[in-house]
């Protein structure tokens, strides 16, 4: 399977724990997004990165979120001390490049805040 | 003005018509349009981009492009019940980065 991958599917945390969310691009996709996205909501980009590089992080929240893309390993977003608020289903994209470079979705990560 | 805008619908579509999706966007920079399919709880999966104007054909879907009108579009003949889903549409603005609209609701009526 060379899709997109996240783990966990589903991830229960209480308010003020850290919530950790894995993205594994597609087999030759240098290139990784993240997306949140609330229910009956769009899709709001929050963070775009490259190997070791942060190339665009205008989307996310200035406090107790971030990300990474290692040299080896997948990408994570990581969410510190929880709120309700930040209850959403978490998409990750890969592609090849930027601009006209499709990116293609994982299968996504539900957070549920309780 | 919204980057990428869309009629949330619904829309409905008797099964076997043409059913067509409609996207503006502001950018006139921009050089790749997306169409995006999300069924209800799931991620969404990409089902045409084009990059030229005119229009792109692929099985029972085509997009159109009109840069001059910033105007893209989503046709999807003889409809079937499996297609109700909502239609991302999808923009690279000239920084590169991606915008996407807030999608319309497609149903397909048996």
């Known amino acids: 399977n060379a899709g997109v991958m996240q783990n966990p599917r589903h991830l229960v945390r209480r308010r003020g724990q850290e919530a950790r969310l894995r993205c594994s691009p597609m087999k030759g996709h240098s290139h990784v997004y993240w997306y949140r996205q609330l229910p009956e909501e769009g899709l709001k980009f929050m963070v775009y990165?490259?190997?070791?590089?942060?190339?665009?992080e205008s989307g996310m929240p200035k406090e107790r979120f971030s990300a990474e893309f290692p040299k080896e390993g997948p990408s994570i977003l990581r969410i510190q001390q929880v709120v309700r608020g930040d209850s959403a289903a978490y998409f990750c994209a890969s592609s090849l490049g930027t601009g006209e470079y499709e990116q293609y979705f994982g299968p996504g990560t539900r957070l549920t805040v309780t | 003005q919204k980057e990428v805008e869309q009629n949330s619908g619904p829309l409905s579509v008797p099964e076997g018509a043409i059913a067509s999706l409609n996207c503006t966007y502001s950018d006139r920079g921009s050089q790749s349009f997306f169409w995006y399919r999300q069924y209800s709880g799931k991620s969404p999966e990409l089902i045409m981009f084009i990059y030229s104007n005119g229009d792109k054909e692929d099985g029972r879907f085509t997009a159109q492009l009109n840069k001059a009108s910033q105007y893209v579009s989503l046709l999807i003949r003889d409809s079937q019940p499996s297609d109700s889903a909502t239609y991302l549409c999808a923009v690279n603005r000239r920084d590169d980065k991606i915008i996407f609209g807030k999608g319309t609701r497609l149903h397909i009526l048996p």
């Open positions: 990165l490259q190997k070791e590089n942060i190339i665009d």
